[in-house]
């Protein structure tokens, strides 16, 4: 089945810095694929979400990158700032099962 | 507004008890999804539906049933609880096509 790895696991950056947080996927049928913050206590909130292509989408503060070829999935926030510590998760939707599945997470401190 | 549904929000209960959590969603989606969040195991896949009367195996099943009542209900059920279950637990429903993936707020479980 569909094996989703997420890196780093944990991440502490500098505000202003940027932060890449990337997922690899396993399973060529994924064609929709989620990045999620969560803060503590809290459910998961939707940053974006891509399709089955090689994509670049631009949020507030940050870039999603999507390459089908290395299926490898990245999100780059560009100039962190404190608001943004929080978890993030990816998630890969596999065409087949109709399964949602999720890396373990990275967890993000950004110092002032 | 989309809307996924929870309860309780908290539980606490004995070793060997027994557990039913709600989910109910008004979104007219197909897929519903019980996930467990645990530290450094992120979301796990416990089971899912793509309507009711349907049920599919996730990556996490043991110790869990569910049932799919309607398409706005899906339920999971601990029937001898034990402590490895104690966690987060969220519900998410998706569309048919996985384009909209809405979560719930999460219940916590405590096996005592």
């Known amino acids: 089945g569909e094996q989703v790895e997420q890196r780093p696991p944990h991440l502490s950056v500098r505000e202003g810095d940027s932060a890449v947080i990337t997922c690899t996927y396993t399973d060529p049928n994924s064609y929709y694929f989620f990045w999620y913050k969560q803060e503590p206590g809290a459910s998961l909130q939707l940053l974006m979400k891509?399709?089955?292509?090689?994509e670049i989408n631009e949020g507030q503060g940050f870039t999603v990158l999507l390459n089908k070829k290395d299926k490898r999935l990245s999100l780059n926030l560009t100039a962190a700032h404190p608001g943004d510590s929080a978890a993030y998760f990816c998630a890969v939707r596999t065409g087949n099962t109709g399964k949602l599945i999720f890396g373990l997470g990275t967890t993000l401190q950004v110092q002032p | 507004e989309a809307a996924v549904t929870q309860s309780p929000r908290n539980k606490v209960t004995v070793t060997g008890g027994n557990v039913t959590l709600s989910c109910r969603q008004t979104?007219?989606?197909?897929?519903m999804y019980w996930y467990r969040q645990d530290t450094g195991h992120g979301l796990r896949l416990i089971h899912y539906s793509y309507g009711a009367g349907n049920l599919q195996i996730g990556d996490v099943p043991d110790g869990y049933k569910a049932t799919r009542t309607t398409q706005e209900d899906f339920f999971l059920l601990l029937e001898l609880a034990s402590p490895s279950q104690t966690s987060l637990y969220f519900c998410?429903?998706?569309?048919?096509?996985?384009?909209?993936?809405?979560f719930g707020k999460g219940t916590r479980l405590t096996v005592v």
């Open positions: 979104n007219s989606h197909n897929y």
């Open positions: 998410a429903s998706s569309d048919a096509e996985g384009t909209e993936v809405f």
């Open positions: 891509v399709f089955s292509s090689t």
